[in-house]
């Protein structure tokens, strides 16, 4: 049996920050996964050019039972700390959108820089794990032989996209030790319509629509996209993380409308409702809602101000009861997983379990769109590999 300082369980992006800084400081890092090569959600991620951080995370951007819980980690490695890692390799990259930094290239520019990192570390891939014994140390048994280690780091990820080598085993190993897990559902997947509503809206996959999205209390202003399904773009992806099945979403199809504005606007006067909408809307959209609610598509002089004003109100605050989110399927990211409850914030380690850390997605830490996800990787990665 060989015998380490650290094994982690998972080389994808939290695992291979853990190895790179445990084998900064000298550790004996064997890094263990069931996958051919590591780190497989990096490479597809953000579309192939991973969004590998957000410069304005704050733990307001993470969903965790409790939200402080993130603050140590994200305060010991920030997402400037990481930026400062790429910058060493020469990664060129670009600032989409409100500090979510993109590789300007490839997605495979941040693997290789995290492989690069960790090459001290022994990598034993296509590794099958099916047993974890706890003694005096940590015995991990797999199809390639056992291992022992003074440390376990379990970094397996969630359930989303099971073809990219998505297991529950996470949520095993905390059972095993008695650990909550706050049951897995998928999240940033966007949202399956229910039977009504699908009925008016099938037909127009494909369309996209600028629009104001609200759940609970949060508010996205961004492009929606039907989908044969239901709902998907980057709004309903952002609304999905804090949806539960009980929720209602609501929608403004028309954000940018002011009523008093328009509806005294006489060059306005003479045209059709669906015209008028048109300005507004995507034209199969409209003609949707029209049949959906029976508006009466009359010129606006020939319609009654409630009864205008009514319709506005109606898109203004539309109402849609989602079945559920898509699934795992087509989740970004799996949300809940192990309680923090059960870790130390500053380290990750697993307070009933000495030397057993929790790090990265399998935890009840899950980050909005934008790198966040990736951030908290980093962050609860480092902070796990400076203990170990
Ligand atoms: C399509 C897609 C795009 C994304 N884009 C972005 C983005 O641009 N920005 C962002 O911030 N986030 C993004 N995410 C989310 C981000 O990829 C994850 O949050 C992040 O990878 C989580 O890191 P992790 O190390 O915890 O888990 P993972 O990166 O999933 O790594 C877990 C590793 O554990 C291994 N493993 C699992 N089970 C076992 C087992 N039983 N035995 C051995 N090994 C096992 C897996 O093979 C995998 O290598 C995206 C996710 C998806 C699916």
Redesign the pocket.
Known sequence: MSNYDVII????????MCARVATALGKNVLV????EK?????I????G??????LNATYENYLCKNQHFVKSALAQYTPYDFLDMVGKYKIKYFDKQYGAL?CQNSSQEILNMLLQECSKAKFQMN???SKIIKSDCFEVATNLGNFKANSLVV????L??AK????G??YDIARQFNLKVIPPKPA?DGFKLNKDDLKYFYDLAGVSSNILISIKHKIYKEPILFTHQGLSGPASLKASLYFDETDIIKINWLPDFSLNDSFYDTNNLNIKLENFLNLHLPKRLTAALIDKHNFKNLKLNELKRKYFSDIINLLQNYEVKPVSTIGYQK???TKFGVDTDELYSNSMEVKSVKGLYF????VDVT?E?????????WSS?YVAGLNV
């Open positions: 369980i998972g080389a994808g992006a939290a695992g291979l263990i996964d069931h996958n590591p780190g497989r959600k990096i597809i991620s953000g579309g050019r991973c969004n590998f951080t957000n993109f590794c099958k794990t970094a397996t990820g969630g989303s996209i990219l080598g998505a297991t085993f996470g940033l989740a970004e990211v790090i990265g997605e399998v980050g769109l934008g790198g966040y996800n990736f951030q908290w990787a990665g």
